[in-house]
């Protein structure tokens, strides 16, 4: 009896099904990669164009005025950490990529959320394949983002994407099931329109669930933006792949430690932001 | 002693409603419309739950109107049905003359913002905003100005005496006052209608009585009407003008609480009223005897002479009376009649209540 008959390879399937995508829709493909790339460059070149000390004062100021004091000062930090150990510029190529890659990942994730908390049937179908893209390792998406868009910071965006809709997508349908039944009703009994059910009761509702969401999606986000320095994704990723190929220990830790002040800066800044149009007393 | 009721005076007319829960609901709401099955045969035949089974009311102008029944009685959803939070199976509801099935999504909105308040037993407030925002929802969603809306909400909130706590949140808030929120937050939109879901049920015997009897002030002063959805018979009593018994999704009796109490209409209600005290709801005009029985009784005794009173007195006014009286009867007179004379006996029966055996013999 020979196994090598049944043996499963979705690969031999997979392979010429990406190829065909890209023999066939190069067009789609590269509209899509110079969209990224030239959202990315701005974005890194509105961050990068002023002296740093200018970006970190206008982050702190602008942190203190629309949150609280404490997240300017987690701004100061972090920032003048990035500053310091000399990372400045991979620091800011970082944040660029991760807010770029969150904000579409959670425009996608946000609404298809919302849509399998309302239909049953599409959370049910949902879950296996959630199941799957949080369970395979994050190197396996950059096979067919680099297969489609080459090297280099288009597909490390494009599998960070894909990469951070699972948790946000589970975290938007799990918020909105929890939100009070009874709220909702009487959203409807007082004849408030789907839109403002949605707006003043559902979404504030949902709210804590939803940060613990987009906390989630950054810090994975961040995490595959590291890896995709395998890839060509520049930032923090290469510098880290750089320590890691030359046994640097030095420069590994300095960007590791970046890493993480990076972290912290993006989740205490969005919490912050969306904490504090909710005036409640603790 | 019959109200009047003319097609004017019908706020809200509901009738022979349905609503079937299930997978199989349409074929079972068929089989009840062509062949007439029961409850039962539903549930057996189609696996279906009857919430509600052909159930008609009406609520008149300035009317507050119980429904009492038990937990699973189909109160709730019968409530929900005036309003179209859920869509009867059969059956219509009209509400001021329209039947609410045709309306369409924004007149449906326009119709629960202006018409038809509710008041919830959960009270659904908002734990994001403040008090006054909360009271104010309801024409914040219609898109009235927050100057003018934050003004009527106040006005609101002071009719229920909560005008200088309109800057706290509700988790700040006793549940006594987080339920006159939810009032506040329904008379702001002036509806005419008022469905009340159990709203009181989870207070403290104290705080409820006390908003039992604010509900019912404020509701006639301004002109109400409501439909009060409740499981307690001592509530229902203390509130409506007419009651509605429910059991197992059917309206089992309509009437006032004298009549519910003196003429239950079978066992189940008869055990209810039972152990309600019959003092200040029944009136002398269901204890008294013909002038020509007590005559023929006590032909000693001269009529005339007797201590008078209405027939609306209560048994409690009835026994002060008797006590002064140096007879042992009180006469009742309508219209400058006297219609008919209450003796001690027939005091006695009033507070006792007929026996099951002789309401069965009547």
Request: hydrophobic share 50%; charged share 20%.
């Amino acid at each position: 009896m020979n196994f090598e008959m049944f043996r499963f390879s979705p690969g031999a399937y997979l392979a010429p099904a990406v190829d065909w995508l890209n023999a066939n829709f190069h067009p789609v493909f590269d509209a899509i990669a110079k969209t990224v790339e030239s959202v990315l460059v701005s974005f890194e070149s509105a961050l990068l164009f002023p002296p740093a000390y200018v970006v970190i004062l206008a982050a702190a100021l602008a942190a203190g005025y629309f949150t609280t004091v404490r997240v300017a000062l987690v701004v100061l930090v972090s920032l003048g950490f990035c500053l310091l150990a000399g990372l400045w510029t991979a620091c800011m190529q970082t944040v660029a990529l991760v807010v770029v890659a969150v904000f579409v990942s959670v425009l996608i994730a946000f609404p298809l959320g919302v849509l399998a908390s309302r239909h049953k049937r599409l959370e049910v179908g949902l879950r296996p394949i959630l199941d799957v893209m949080q369970t395979v390792p994050p190197w396996v998406y950059l096979i067919p983002a680099v297969m489609v868009f080459s090297l280099g910071r288009v597909p490390a965006t494009i599998a960070t994407i894909v990469y951070g809709i699972p948790p946000m997508l589970r975290l938007t349908t799990l918020a909105f099931n929890q939100v009070p039944k009874p709220l909702v009703e009487m959203g409807q009994a007082i004849g408030a329109p789907t839109r403002s059910i949605l707006f003043k009761i559902e979404i504030p509702s949902a709210m804590p669930t939803l940060i613990v969401g987009l906390n989630q999606c950054i810090l994975l986000s961040l995490a595959m933006v590291v890896l995709a320095g395998l890839v060509g994704g520049g930032g923090l990723g290469a510098e880290v792949t750089r320590g890691l190929t030359r046994m640097e220990m030095g420069l590994g830790l300095r960007a590791g430690l970046s890493i993480v002040a990076v972290a912290i800066l993006l989740d205490r800044v969005s919490k912050g932001a969306l904490q504090t149009r909710r005036r409640r007393p603790s | 002693m019959e109200m009047k009721i003319s097609d004017n005076d019908v706020l809200l007319d509901c009738r022979n409603i349905w609503k079937i829960f299930g997978a199989r609901a349409p074929a079972a709401v068929k089989a009840v419309s062509e062949r007439g099955l029961s409850k039962k045969q539903v549930l057996q035949e189609f696996d279906c739950v009857v919430g509600v089974a052909d159930a008609s009311l009406q609520l008149c102008r300035g009317e507050i109107f119980c429904v009492m029944g038990l937990s699973g009685s189909g109160k709730s959803t019968l409530v929900r049905l005036f309003n179209r939070l859920i869509e009867p199976s059969l059956g219509t509801v009209t509400v001021k003359g329209r039947e609410i099935s045709g309306l369409n999504a924004a007149e449906l909105r326009d119709m629960r913002a202006r018409t038809i308040g509710m008041v919830f037993q959960s009270v659904a407030l908002l734990p994001h905003r403040t008090v006054l925002e909360n009271a104010a929802f309801g024409l914040e969603v219609r898109g009235i100005a927050k100057e003018k809306r934050n003004q009527i909400a106040l006005a609101a909130l002071e009719k229920v005496g909560l005008s200088d706590w309109t800057a706290r949140y509700p988790s700040e808030l006793s549940g006594g006052m987080q339920q006159r929120v939810g009032l506040a937050r329904a008379f702001a939109s002036d509806p005419e209608i008022i469905l009340m879901d159990e709203p009181f049920s989870a207070l403290d015997p104290l705080i409820r009585k006390q908003l039992q009897d604010e509900f019912r002030q404020l509701t006639k002063s301004l002109g109400k009407s409501s439909v009060f959805i409740t499981h307690d018979l001592d509530e229902a009593i203390r509130i409506g003008d007419r009651i509605a018994i429910m059991k197992d999704g059917v309206i089992v009796q309509v009437g006032t609480a004298e009549e519910i109490v003196t003429k239950p209409a079978d066992d189940y209600v008869a055990d209810f009223v039972a152990g309600i005290s019959r003092i200040h709801l029944v009136k002398a005009h269901s204890v008294m005897k013909p002038v020509a029985e007590f005559r023929a009784e006590q032909p000693n005794c001269d009529v005339d002479a007797l201590l008078r009173t209405t027939p609306d007195a209560d048994i409690g006014e009835l026994i002060d009376l008797t006590m002064r009286s140096d007879s042992d009867a009180v006469a009742v007179v309508h219209d400058g009649k006297i219609v008919g004379v209450v003796t001690i006996r027939g005091l006695l029966r009033g507070v006792a209540g007929t026996p099951a055996e002789a309401r069965a013999a009547a």
